[in-house]
Structure formats: structure tokens, C-alpha cells
């Protein structure tokens, strides 16, 4: 199938207002900070013992295994965060530090290639047999994205080869002769192996994939069977009253209608039927990503581009059931959310799933990161009361400030690997065209026709709508430049070279030029106003309240600069609102200010709980920043749907 | 200390309106319909195994426990239902059953006094060596409850000598010289050692209860310390991460200011320390019950009388955190609620705490139990959403429909016992006069300054506010007569014989009576209005909602009334609310209409998440039922805190 491509990291350069905070941390913080978590370095924080289970695994050192049992995935985000990181940015003495901790994978990879330290030193005799909560394949599937990256970044290819072997061992060990049943608990290797296929050309990996996601839902269900053989034993207390929707093994994936179970499995589920889907032309499957993707982010998607709205289980749970102060909406969802947007983007050439995208990316996977690059949310809360999360109750999962490093850590080198591999968000090309889907000030070097063509995105967005697209090619060839105007863009101009253009935008969604690339500047002018935004009224929890957005980014409030007690604030939807942007806060923001009015409590007795009393109101102004940047300062509430003065 | 009097129910006659269906209940069904659980005779509900256990621990049987390990309460809460009907309602068929049980019993006890079959069959070896989760002295409090209101019933004593036995035991084992730190996992023992000394006179169990409260609380934590002892073995997953507040040992007990943990636990406790504190005269201890009541009541507390708001480990959070469609509220923490308020009430004299217990009562309580009496809630939310109720999510906990029996049978039979004792809620007494705290159509024989009176109270409350109470002393005697005003009675009229009194209530909220009892008719007319309910400020979730009210019960809208997504109607506080009875719902009961409107959610597309569309809305009038009532006609939503049309 014809589907869009993704621009090499090395051909794109970002310098950006907005992004290059967070990027520059990728490197001069996370990726050093998280360096020292996995080899143990820094106090304080959770024991990762990632490196070291590697070492005794390769019997270099003696002792016993330590930590979760998907440990390994650490070392593998870590690895794919710096290979995207080097592809844009070479550092020799970082690149020496991953080829030796590849040496150092190589030796902990057991003959016959089965890599995973967990079971290399505490369980070989159980390997594959505890599909359900082994992580195996999950861990191997993130070594195998790691590879693939960091051969691409560096042209290195010894880690592919590692994971070559086990991918081959994977094959076999799958195979319709051996386990013609299996699949993995923890949806990832699907994904892996596609990558694998990318940089080998070994079809058989592409193969094992597809037969992965068509086992999964097969009756009897392969992990209730599981269970069943002597000897199994869980590896997790919360396992034993399995759900098959939990990972996504209730239905055949084609089936499968709506968004269920474990977010993030749902998530990378998702990205591997696109890849499969496209890699075979499978309609069939693409109209099930389709199927899928409508249902997530048109019923069970928060504001913010977050999903899984249960405090249990990290799940979805059901149409229109979307918490706002005890959601789970896991950082690392929103980053398969935006990965399988991406893949949707890349096959379908329809803006609208960048709308998504670009929503998960600005809000949630930000959200996740503190501004100083040292603290992580996992859960994302839309509402935050942080008196009442309390230890072993039900809000308990949300946390009011970020944390150091997590048990499970996934969240913060996923967001490591996303914001390093940014670059890959913002275009897409094929060979006649090339498409601009996020609007991040950058520069891109593509081939169109067979002529290189250098892009240029200069703007201040998502603060102003102004967007300059610069075009060099040295050598003039015709082509076709698509531009994604985003839904929320509901007035905009274009010029070329000064020149006002028409602005009618394809039923794709985008802006689209077909024009000679040589040495012209396209101006957008979108307006990015501050919109009040309603939900639909079956989402219970918003009936009444509104949300403010501008561009993609969600705004809150917090009490910091509003004071305790924000729900008892109401926004005058009918007045104004002043947006202004102050250098003094949050490294610089837009902040919005609106008019309103709050419930008082003052008047009442703190011994008063119910009573017949009538409320009182006073004046305020409601001060608002974006959601990104909740909870960098002091600990307090943070609210998005507020109260509207009806 | 003089506290006034609970009345014996033989002496008590009820036939009330409301409360009749009800109470036909625990004898024509309940009763025999949990006796035939405890058997095993009912398909299709949970097996029991109660009554088996006691055969296999008795020896009459071969076989294995099975169930929970509090177990053995359900046969001790049947019992004391039992004894409790038939104090006012004697059936020798029935009173046989019990004896036959009680030898069981007898049989099942070991030698030494020792009484608990999960032990006695599965771990010997273990007794009193898991206190934390074990529940012997809980199980052996409900015993000794039952005991006495038995003996109280039927004057037959065999089950109060089994009961020593075993109260000698537990004085011996948790004496000074052998175990002087151990104290009960959950709460419960306390209140039936003071039952048994109150029908024994024996303070050595006096005394034990109070020292098992003197010791909760004291460093190091038993719970914690007992963990360490080589062997011990967890009963509960849960209680593997064990926050000492869970059973309130985080403090001693005269230290505690907030309500905290396990609701039922907590409410269990409250009730022995205001025991012991009268007892003692303990004028710590009882300022500790003050203190911990009014934080409860006033600040964790839903309108319903329902408290324990986290869905997980049915626990306290913290002051005004009290969701409304999350909440655990379990219907047996209303009842140890209902039984705190009147050993305050005994105790202070003060009619507020009826305010608390008759609201528990009426709605919680009630709400626990279908009107045919064949299923129950333990949970009790204030708004449900039957499609989010979703297994193994953070709202599975949540019920849209009663069941029929759970696993944990904790809260059937204690709605029984409380129904079964209602008549100990209506009136108090203490030498020269009587106290009237509920107004339940009744017939009562007590003694003042040495004279038998009769009184007898005929009302259609809570629906209508006239009350009638005759007094009928064949010797006339001088005496008083408290009546109480409900907090929500802010109009009312008091005749005697026809001639309008003052109507000044007393500081302690009760009328005030000094009269010669002979034969009158003293006439109250209580204004009934239903009532506009807005909650503190503080309590974020019901912010810009009303609840309505007449009496002590409280109103909610159903979805069989209404339509669906109830959150979307809007109340018109400034209109009128019209009520009337209806005898073709529920039952008959009172219905109240109001006028309010609900916002459109007809114009929205199915793929519309989030848009910048305005709301619409509709006139609408909405329909609301007794809260007591839900959920007993079509499953659908349910809804108490309504949006205000401000």
C-alpha cells in the first residue's frame, strides 16, 4: 500500500519556542538522568537494577534478579530515546555508552538467542510460558525498536543482530509447528518485529506480527488455557480474576469494535494492525483501526488527548465514561494514542487524526514531564484535589505532584523516546509531496521528484497562529505541498510571496498546493483565539462546565493563582476573555484571564454540611494556564472543566 | 453514669405506614429466606455453608470449612434478628429452630470455651495468632450480642453460658499476665462484652472491653508486630500493605479527632467506647465520642447518612471528600452509625443526634433492602450510571441492581437485626419520664416513678407532619414527656387534649412535656414541606446542586420517571415543588414534582466529543421518588445532588 513516509530524524532540525525546552532536556537531563537510574547511581529514587540484572544475566557479576518482570524495557526505551536522540544530535562519548551496554545485552543473550534477564536468572526452566504476564515478548519487541533505531541513527547493526536471533527464536518458538497459539499478554512485540522487518527486509518477522494479532481472540482463549497447565503460577496478585479484554484477547482483532482493556496495550495493539494492515494492503484490518480509532477518540478520549479512564486496571471502560478527578489517562497511552494516529495519518492522508495527535502530544505526553525534566506524571488527572488523594483509597493513583522515578517505569523514558523522536511527527512525504502536520518551527531536507527540497517552518505556534513555510530547491521540480489546517482553525489566509491565496481545504483536511518547489515563502495566518469547549452532553461528569483551549492546548486552572476551592468558580462564558503572554511564569506562557464569579464558602459554619441555605457568589477573575505546565509550581488544585455562569 | 434507657421491645408494639412493610418483612421473609442461605437450601445464590461448618467443627459431620472467615456472624446475626422478633412477636416454631442452633453451637464450642469453626477446622494451631484479619473476637462479639437479646427475648440462657465460656476464654488468653497488647482486627467484641456483662453482671467482661479500646493505638502497632511472628500467614491479599488506620489503631482511641479507615470498623468502635465511657463515667473517652461524631457527621457524611466514601477498603478519606456516583457508603456502616447516634443520645440527651440516626435509618438502611426483601445493596451510591458500573473497573463496586447474596453476607443480616429492633430507636426512657425520638406509629408499656404508662403514637410520618401521642396511666403520676424537633422542623404546633401549648423547644432540641400522665391526647403538627438541600461549599462534588428533602428522607430522581442521563436536568429552585402520594408506585408513596429543564443532548452527532457548540435545553418536569426506594423498578440511572437552574 501506498502509505505515507516518515522523514529520517537526521534530515530534520528542530528550533523551536514552544518544544525546544523540553527537547533540550531529552539530552542534557533525561537521557543522563535516566542513565544513572538504570545503572543505580542516584539516591532517593526508586532501585531500577536495570543494568545490573543485565550484568549477572551475562555472568559477569554474581547476584539475583531485581525488579518487575518487564525490568529489561527500561534499558530498551533508553537505548531508542538516545538513538533518536544521536540521529539528530551525534555525541560520540554517549553513542560509546550504548555500544558497550550492547555488548553488555549481547553477553546477557543466552545461546540459542532468547534475551530477558528476568528469566535468564530466576525462571528458565518457565520461558514463553506465562504469555499472559511474562513480558517477554514485550520486552524483546522494545529491544527490537531500539535496534532498529539506533541502526538507523548510527548505521551500527549489532543490536539488530542480536534481535535478529531472537526474533528468529521468536519465529520458531511461534511457529505454526510449536505454539500455534501464543501471543503476547503485553502487546509490543508486534510492533518490534515490523521495525525489524523494516531494516532486514526479513518477511518472515512481518509474518510472525500478523500471525501474533490474528491469534489473539482465537476461543478457547489462549491465556485462560495457560493458567490451566501444572505448575503455572502468577507472577501478579491483581492476575488472578483475569479479564480477556484486558489485554485485548475478548475478540479477534478484526472484530474488535471498541476500545477496551489496558490502555497502552490497546495502544500499541492498535499501531501493530496499522503497520500489518498497511504492510499487506489488508482492508479488512485497516477498517478495524478505523472502527477502533472513531470509538476511542469520539466516545471514551479526555480533552487532553488522554485515554483509559480507570483508576483500575489503567483500562477503558465504557462510551462517554470520563472521570475527571479519579482517571487513570496514563502518559504513556497518549504516546500510542499519537503513534497510532501517526500510522492512521501516514494511511489514510487525513488530517484529522493529526488533530489528535497534535492534542495528545501538547497536553497529556507534556503533562507528563516536569519543566526541569526530573519529576514524571503516569496518571493525568483533569481535576486535582490533592487532600483527598489519599494511600488505599480510590483517588489514591492520582498523584498532585509529579514523582522522582516509578517501580514501573515506563512513563518517563517513553517520553524521552517521544520527545527525541519529535521530529518524526512534524511531516510526512511521498514521492511527489510533502505533508506538514504539526507547527513546529524546524527545517527538513526531503527528496521530491528525486530532487532535494529544504522546508522551513519558522512560527511562534501554538501562541500565534502565524506560520512561515519557507521552500528552497535548488533545482525548481514540480510537487505538492499539503499543509494540515487543524479543526479547531476556523478562519485562516494563506499568501505566497505576498500573494493572498484561495483558502479551500480538502475533504482531507488539508491545505493543499501543487506548485513548482523553488525559493518561495507560504504565510498561514490561522486564528487561534481562545474557544470555549463543551462536551457532549453524555459526558456526564462536563454537563455544565466548559473547557478552554487555544490552538491544541487544553488551559486549567490552578490554585496557585487562583486560590483554593476551583470548582466553586464559574466561568462567564458570555464576557471576553484577555489572553497575554507573560515571560514571568511557568519559562514564559500565554495565560487567559476570564470573567466569573466563585461559590462562597465563607459564610457557612464548618459544622454546617447540609443545609437549606441559599448560595452567595462574589466577582473574579478566573486566571487560567496551559495544561502542560499544571503542577510546576506549588502543590495545589488544578481544574480544566469549570462551572459555566449560565 | 445516667443514661437513659432503651425500653425492651416486648414492650413495644409497632403498626406504622411506612415502616410496616418493613418490618412484615424480617419475619414473613427475611428471616427464613437467611435461614435457608445458611442451610444451603437456595439455588442461585452464593453458598453459605454456615450451618455445614458448625456440623464439621461439632463433629456431626466430616468435611471442610468453607467460606469467609468471619463466616460464623451471619448465623450470629440471624439469631439476634430472630431473638429481636421474637420479643415482640413470639413463634415457637421459630424459637425452636434457634435452641436446635444454639446446641449446634454448643457442640461446635471446643473445651476450653473456645467458639470459631474456620479455626477450629482449618487452623487450630492458629487461634488468636492473626488478629488483624482473623475475626475470632469479632465473630465471638456478635455471638454474645445475639446471646443476650436472646436470653432478653426468651429469658432461655444456654447460648449466654456458651458465651461466657467463651468470654472467660478471651478474658483469659487477652489477660494482663498472657497477652496484655492484643486487641480485635475488626471491632466488634467490645459491644458484645458489654452486652454480656449488662446481662450477667460480670465486670470482668467490663473490664476486657475496655482495655481492648485502651490498647488500640499504643507503640508499637500489634498488627505490625504480629506480622513479624515466624509463620504468620496473610488471610486477605489486601492486607498485605496494612495502614494501621485501616482499623483504627493509628492512635489511641481518646486521641482520635477525625474518622478514619474501615467505616463499619470505625462505627463499631465508637458505639463500645461510648458504652465504656458511660460505663466508666469516662469523661475522656466520651469527649473522644463527641469529638469523633461531630467530625464524621459534619464534615464525611453523605445527606444520605451514609458514610465511608473510598470504594476502596470501604474506608474514611478525608473531610468533604464525598462523591456521589464512586462511593462505597456501606449500608452496615449507616447501621453502626444508627446505633452510635442513640448511645449519644442516651447519653448527652441531645435530640441532634437523632437528627443523624433517623436520616441513616430512612434512607440508607432502607435502601439496603429491595421491597420485597429478596436482594440487598451494600453500597450505596447517591447517583448511579448502570453502563460505568463495569467489572474491574474503579466503579465495579457499584451496584445498578440489588443481589441477591453476597460472598460477605455482612449486610443482610444486619439490616434484619435493625429492622427487628426498630422499637429500641422510637423511645428512651429514664425514671421519671419518656423520650420520643422517632415518630413511628406505636404502642408502648413503661414505667415512670414506679407507675406502668401507656403511650402510643399514631402518625402518617414522614409523609404527613401531624403526630398524635396518647398517654394512657391508669394511676396518674407525675412525670415528663420529651418530644423530639427535628434540626428540619422549623414550624410546628403542640396541643394537649386540644388547647395549644408554647411551642419552645429545649437546647437539647427536645419539647418538653412536665406533666401528670393520665389520659390525654398531646397533638404535634410538624410543617413537612419538601425542602431545597444545597451542601457546604467544601464538599466539591455537589457544587451548584440541590438535593430534595421532606422530612428525613431524602428525594432522587429515576431514570423509569425521567428519561436517561439525569445529570443533564436542571432544577428551578425558584419555582414550586408539587407533592402528592401516589398509591400505584412503590408501594404507595410520596412523589415530588418540580419544574426544572435538561440540556439537549438530541443535537449532538455520536462522533461529537468535544465541540465549541452552545448548550440547548428543554423544559422539562422532573419526577423524584423516596431515596429509600431506588432501584426497585426498572434498572436505570439514579440521581440525589441535581443541577440548580441558577
Redesign the interface.
Known amino acids: 500500500m501506498n502509505k505515507l513516509t516518515i522523514i529520517p530524524l537526521n534530515k530534520i532540525e528542530i528550533k523551536d519556542n514552544f518544544w525546544d525546552r523540553y527537547i533540550g532536556l531529552v539530552k542534557e537531563v533525561i537521557i543522563p538522568y535516566q542513565w544513572d537510574i538504570l545503572n543505580d547511581r542516584l539516591e532517593g529514587v526508586e532501585t531500577s537494577h536495570c543494568i545490573q540484572n543485565f550484568r549477572i544475566a551475562a555472568r559477569r557479576e554474581e547476584g539475583e534478579f531485581y525488579g518487575a518482570v518487564f525490568q529489561d524495557s527500561d534499558l530498551a526505551k533508553w537505548i531508542e530515546a538516545v538513538a533518536f536522540s544521536l540521529a539528530t544530535s551525534p555525541d560520540p562519548d554517549l553513542e560509546r555508552q550504548v555500544d558497550e551496554v550492547v555488548d553488555l545485552i549481547g553477553d546477557a543473550q543466552e545461546e540459542d538467542g532468547y534475551l530477558n534477564t528476568y528469566f535468564t536468572i530466576k525462571e528458565p526452566e518457565n520461558r514463553f510460558r506465562n504469555l499472559m504476564e511474562g513480558h517477554e515478548l514485550y520486552c524483546a519487541g522494545h529491544f527490537m525498536e531500539a535496534a532498529a533505531a539506533y541502526y538507523r541513527a548510527t548505521g551500527k547493526d549489532k543490536l539488530v543482530h542480536i534481535m535478529r536471533r531472537f526474533a528468529d527464536l521468536i519465529c520458531d518458538e511461534f511457529s505454526l509447528e510449536k505454539n500455534s497459539k501464543g501471543y503476547p499478554g503485553h502487546q509490543e512485540v508486534e510492533i518490534g518485529l515490523y521495525k525489524l522487518y523494516e531494516v532486514t527486509g526479513e518477511t518472515r518477522y512481518l509474518e510472525q506480527a500478523k500471525m501474533f494479532l490474528d491469534r489473539r481472540g482465537e476461543k478457547p482463549n489462549y491465556f485462560l488455557e495457560e493458567k490451566k497447565q501444572p505448575g503455572f503460577k502468577h507472577l501478579f496478585?491483581e492476575f488472578k480474576?483475569y479479564?480477556t479484554a484486558?489485554a485485548q484477547s475478548h475478540l479477534p482483532v478484526r472484530r474488535q469494535e471498541t476500545a477496551e482493556g489496558h490502555a497502552v496495550r490497546a495502544g500499541y495493539m492498535y499501531c501493530a494492525m496499522a503497520d500489518i494492515g498497511a504492510a499487506y494492503d489488508d482492508a479488512e484490518l485497516l477498517k478495524a483501526c478505523e472502527v477502533l480509532w472513531?470509538n476511542m477518540?469520539?466516545?471514551r478520549?479526555y480533552?487532553t488527548g488522554s485515554v483509559g479512564s480507570?483508576?483500575?486496571?489503567e483500562?477503558f471502560?465504557?462510551?462517554y465514561?470520563l472521570?475527571n478527578n479519579?482517571n487513570y489517562s496514563e502518559t504513556c497511552a497518549s504516546i500510542a494514542l499519537a503513534l497510532f494516529g501517526r500510522r492512521m495519518a501516514q494511511i489514510k492522508k487525513e488530517a484529522r487524526y493529526y488533530d489528535i495527535v497534535e492534542k495528545a502530544l501538547y497536553n497529556t505526553v507534556l503533562a507528563g514531564i516536569a519543566l526541569d525534566g526530573r519529576s514524571f506524571f503516569y496518571v493525568n488527572p483533569l481535576e486535582v484535589?490533592p487532600?483527598?488523594c489519599?494511600?488505599?483509597?480510590?483517588?489514591?493513583h492520582v498523584k498532585p505532584v509529579r514523582q522522582a522515578w516509578f517501580g514501573v517505569a515506563c512513563c518517563p523514558p517513553n517520553i524521552a523516546r517521544t520527545l527525541a523522536s519529535l521530529g518524526e511527527y512534524i511531516y510526512l512525504a511521498q514521492q511527489d509531496a510533502i505533508w506538514i502536520n504539526l507547527f513546529i518551527s524546524s527545517r527538513v531536507r526531503t527528496v521530491i521528484q528525486g530532487q532535494e527540497v529544504e522546508l522551513e517552518i519558522d512560527t511562534r505556534f501554538p501562541y500565534d497562529g502565524r506560520i512561515r513555510v519557507s521552500v528552497n530547491s535548488p533545482v525548481p521540480v514540480r510537487g505538492k505541498l499539503y499543509i494540515r489546517i487543524p479543526e479547531y482553525v476556523k478562519e485562516y489566509t494563506v499568501h505566497m510571496d505576498g500573494r493572498a491565496l484561495d483558502t479551500g481545504v480538502g475533504s482531507d483536511g488539508y491545505y493543499r498546493l501543487d506548485m513548482e518547489f523553488a525559493s518561495q515563502t507560504i504565510t498561514l495566518c490561522f486564528g487561534l483565539e481562545p474557544?470555549?469547549?463543551?462536551?457532549?452532553?453524555?459526558?456526564?461528569?462536563d454537563?455544565?462546565k466548559v473547557?478552554i483551549m487555544k490552538g491544541p492546548l487544553v488551559f486549567c486552572m490552578e490554585e496557585v493563582d487562583n486560590g483554593a476551592?476551583l470548582?466553586?468558580y464559574?466561568l462567564d462564558t458570555a464576557s471576553g476573555m484577555e489572553e497575554y503572554y507573560d515571560e514571568g511564569i511557568l519559562g514564559g506562557t500565554s495565560v487567559i484571564r476570564c470573567k466569573g464569579k466563585k461559590?462562597?464558602?465563607e459564610g457557612?459554619e464548618?459544622?454546617?454540611?447540609?443545609?437549606?441555605?441559599?448560595?452567595e457568589f462574589e466577582e473574579k477573575l478566573l486566571t487560567l494556564v496551559p495544561y502542560p505546565y499544571w503542577g510546576n509550581r506549588k502543590t495545589g488544585e488544578m481544574l480544566v472543566w469549570i462551572?459555566e455562569q449560565?
Do not use: C, F, H
Not at 480507570?310 to 486496571?313: K, V
Not at 489519599?390 to 489514591?396: G, V
Not at 474557544?531 to 461528569?541: F, H, T, W, Y
Open positions: 496478585d480474576n479479564d484486558y472513531d477518540v469520539q466516545k478520549m480533552i480507570s483508576g483500575i486496571l483500562r471502560t465504557t462510551d465514561d472521570p479519579s484535589w487532600d483527598n489519599i494511600p488505599r483509597t480510590s483517588k489514591e474557544r470555549i469547549i463543551r462536551a457532549n452532553p453524555l459526558v456526564k461528569e454537563i455544565g473547557a476551592n470548582p466553586a464559574y461559590m462562597k464558602s457557612w464548618a459544622k454546617e454540611l447540609y443545609t437549606e441555605k441559599r448560595p462551572r449560565l
